[in-house]
């Protein structure tokens, strides 16, 4: 983990991976506390609310290529790693994932790990799809890849 500032590329690819990847598209259900208005639509009080992360996570405003991977969505001009207020793979507010870090570091582990004992590569004439299949989480399509020992 010490590393881990010295690695800016693998850090953004992780956090790209994670915002493409989008696994829980919808937030658990939610109860509004007061009235409130926000974004210009008033929410009454006991309102039942279910936020949508997929709007964060793929809007154009926010991302410079919303549909297309690009871990430069998480480099600054000099290479550096910089976090993205909209990036929201965890949630957000007072119902964050409370295991928020310690994925963050056993994401960084596992992928590292891999990369340093594996190369990977699709099988010959096969393109891999970000593409997702949704349901009460998003999924990868089932697909195949070969993973050679270093």
């Given amino acids: ?40 639509y008033f929410i009454p009080k006991g309102a039942s609310i279910m936020p949508m992360l997929t709007s964060v996570l793929f809007e154009k405003d926010q991302w410079e290529t919303p549909h297309t991977f690009n871990p430069g969505h998480f480099l600054d001009a000099e290479g550096k790693f910089m976090k993205k207020e909209a990036h929201l793979p965890f949630s957000a507010g007072k119902r964050v994932c409370l295991g928020e870090g310690l994925a963050k570091m056993e994401l960084f582990l596992f992928l590292v790990g891999l990369l340093q004992k594996f190369s990977f ?19 990868p399509h089932p697909f195949k890849v070969h993973a050679k020992v270093r």
């Fill in 121 to 139: 590569r699709a099988p010959g004439g096969v393109e891999l799809s970000t593409e997702g299949v949704y349901g009460s989480t998003r999924v």
């Fill in 1 to 40: 983990m010490a590393d881990r500032p010295n690695m800016p590329y693998t850090d953004a690819v992780i956090h790209e991976i994670q915002r493409m990847g989008n696994i829980v598209p919808l937030n658990g259900l939610r109860v509004a506390v007061k009235d409130t208005t926000l974004g210009g």
